[in-house]
């Protein structure tokens, strides 16, 4: 007599409940992979987005006081350092006349961040020494909202960024938007 217990034939419905079981779990797998996430996506793709879109800069009038006597604020992108924004206030109201664009020209990298000249109330580019507007003209602008509380947001949406400039006058600021990329169409 062996010491080892002789052990048991399985029977072949529990082989084959088993192996059904393997074969739905894969068609499951590849229904929810090949299918179902694309589809819940509008150009098939899964994107991550960790964080949120917009940004909140503050209450308008103290950042606007600020702002005529400090220059405009420069707001690093601590995540990738892709995206770094000045964010400006031109004019007397400090409700109206909000921008917020690119920190750098076109092409350039991180050593050319845009620097603000208080006694000529412009950008100058350290590597090129050229001279950028206060409005940012020629970069890539977010679109800026004052909410009904007077709190600054800005819109760091990729998909809606647009080149806007501004022109001060006596009266009012004026707004040009030039759309530069896709848009989404609106929902409703």
Not at 38 to 51: A, D, I, M, N, W
Not at 95 to 122: E, K, N, Y
Not at 131 to 149: F, K, N, R, S, W
Request: hydrophobic share 35%.
């Amino acid at each position: 007599m062996s010491p080892v217990k002789e052990r048991r034939a399985r029977s072949p419905r529990s082989l084959a409940l088993a192996l059904g079981g393997v074969i739905i779990g894969i068609v499951a797998l590849i229904v929810v992979f090949v299918f179902a996430l694309p589809s819940l996506t509008e150009q098939g793709k899964v994107e991550v987005r960790l964080g949120t879109d917009t940004f909140t800069v503050g209450q308008a009038r103290p950042k606007a006081e600020s702002i005529a006597a400090d220059g405009p604020f420069l707001f690093s992108d601590v995540a990738n350092g892709q995206r770094d924004i000045f964010v400006q206030h031109l004019g007397d109201d400090p409700i109206t006349g909000w921008l917020a664009f690119d920190a750098r020209r076109p092409g350039t990298g991180r050593a050319c961040t845009l620097q603000w000249d208080q006694q000529t109330r412009d950008f100058t580019d350290p590597c090129s020494d050229q001279q950028v507007a206060a409005d940012g003209e020629g970069l890539a602008h977010y679109p800026v909202e004052v909410t009904d509380q007077e709190t600054v947001v800005v819109d760091l949406n990729a998909d809606t960024r647009r080149t806007t400039t501004t022109a001060v006058t006596d009266t009012e600021p004026t707004t040009t938007i030039r759309i530069t990329g896709t848009t989404r169409p609106s929902a409703g």
